[in-house]
């Protein structure tokens, strides 16, 4: 009793293999493979590096954000007083501070005097937003403490300002160097409020990693800006900060029971919301487009395989007279056009990684070669072009890779095995 070849098996290989590597001579189609190997491959390095840099954005955006910003800011509507004076300072913040670190999830709560001045210094001038904050509070925001980058000793924040670096930079400032602060909300006088000026030692300059960030923000010590801003024995606002960022939602109203029946709330996706969904669709939209280009990267495949279906017509009608049946030919051609899309995957991939890994002198050789300018962080937010391997990005960019190249495949291939043998040989 004869028995059937199991399916794939080593003869089909050697057949498809055999056809891959005919030159044109013989009826080949190396040109077409090549075209399609080349196609798969720069298909699926393109979709990895846009995965990859998508995420690395993405995570260093909100990074930025979460280390040194507030999770949470809790502050007080506004009150009108018997003067008709507004006013939504938090008097007892001492007090709403310990309820509010009492919720579960909230790791720590700082008293905050927040205020926009005028800071000048060597005839030059710039507007920051002060942000008066305890010393042990300053020690736990991490873009500040551990940044990329710092001059000076925050030890000695008791005794100065730390700054941002962009501040720096814009006033020719460094640690030692004097500043002043110029603020309209003064000293009340007879002829009206005459602006309050008054000069600090600069003592800490910070590069948080975010442009907007750096470009602005000065801290001062809590009581330092309590007296500045006529704050006295009260606080603008509340930071939380809580141990799972992306569940804020959730800790809400636990803290708004907390807080007091005036108390509202913002949080960080109140702030940063509407970006992160622009790139979220942003996202979506990419990996469509990219998708559509692997597509068209296979559809090479169908191509070329139905050239080599046609140039082996002859080779088809002989295998099948000597006892090879439709599916083992159909097996045949689909490990051609699959062993095309398996290999341009594969190098894709390669070079997907490759680029993610060293983006870094990638992006500053390309910087280097179009004179400097390419990616220009006031509009960008962060300082360079980051970029985070994933693997369900791979993974995604593979199996995507892999269906279509299988897909398109079978098409040609099953038009190869319903190929009649008799019309093959008619005319040879």
């Not at 600069?202 to 500045?228: K, L, S």
């Not at 959730?250 to 509202?264: C, H, K, M, S, T």
Request: glycine share 8%; hydrophobic share 50%.
């Amino acid at each position: 009793m004869r028995r059937t070849p199991p399916p794939f098996a080593a003869y089909e290989f050697m057949i498809a293999w055999r056809y891959l590597r005919a030159k044109r001579a013989e009826g080949g189609v190396s040109v077409m493979t090549w075209i399609s190997l080349v196609g798969i491959t720069l298909a699926v390095f393109a979709l990895i590096a846009t995965l990859a840099v998508r995420s690395g954005f993405r995570d260093e955006f909100v990074d930025t954000i979460l280390g040194s910003n507030a999770h949470i800011t809790v502050y007080n509507a506004i009150e009108v007083d018997a003067n008709g004076r507004t006013s939504r300072t938090i008097g007892d913040y001492a007090d709403m501070a310990a309820r509010v670190a009492d919720v579960p999830g909230v790791t720590r709560v700082a008293p905050l005097v927040k205020g926009q001045v005028m800071v000048t210094a060597n005839a030059k001038n710039a507007g920051v937003e002060v942000y008066g904050i305890a010393y042990d509070d300053l020690l736990t925001i991490p873009r500040i403490v551990e940044p990329e980058a710092k001059e000076g000793r925050i030890e000695d924040f008791a005794s100065g300002v730390a700054i941002g670096s962009g501040v720096a930079r814009e006033l020719g400032v460094q640690v030692g160097s004097k500043i002043k602060l110029i603020s309209p909300e003064g000293v009340k006088t007879p002829f009206g409020t005459s602006p309050r000026v008054k000069a600090y030692d600069v003592v800490y300059i910070f590069t948080a990693g975010r442009y907007d960030i750096d470009r602005t923000r000065v801290y001062m010590p809590f009581e330092e800006a309590q007296a500045y801003f006529n704050r006295t024995g009260v606080a603008d606002e509340l930071e939380v900060m809580v141990t799972d960022p992306d569940s804020v939602d959730g800790l809400i109203i636990p803290i708004l029971q907390a807080a007091g029946e005036r108390a509202l709330v913002w949080t960080w996706r109140d702030a940063s919301g509407s970006f992160l969904r622009a790139l979220e669709v942003e996202d979506n939209v990419m990996f469509v487009i990219l998708s559509i280009l692997v597509l068209i990267a296979a559809m090479n495949i169908t191509s070329g395989l139905i050239m080599l279906v046609k140039n082996k017509g002859r080779d088809i009608g002989i295998l099948r007279t000597m006892g090879l049946t439709e599916g083992a030919v159909l097996r045949v051609f689909f490990i051609c056009g699959a062993f095309t899309g398996v290999i341009g995957t594969a190098m894709g991939v390669l070079l997907g990684c490759l680029f993610a890994l060293y983006i870094d002198p990638i992006f500053a050789t390309v910087n280097y070669m179009m004179g400097g300018g390419v990616w220009d962080p006031s509009i960008r937010g962060i300082y360079a072009l980051p970029a985070k391997l994933e693997f369900d990005d791979v993974l995604s960019a593979v199996l995507l890779s892999l269906s279509l190249s299988f897909i398109v495949t079978i098409f040609p291939a099953r038009r190869a095995a319903r190929m009649n043998p008799v019309e093959a040989l008619r005319y040879e």
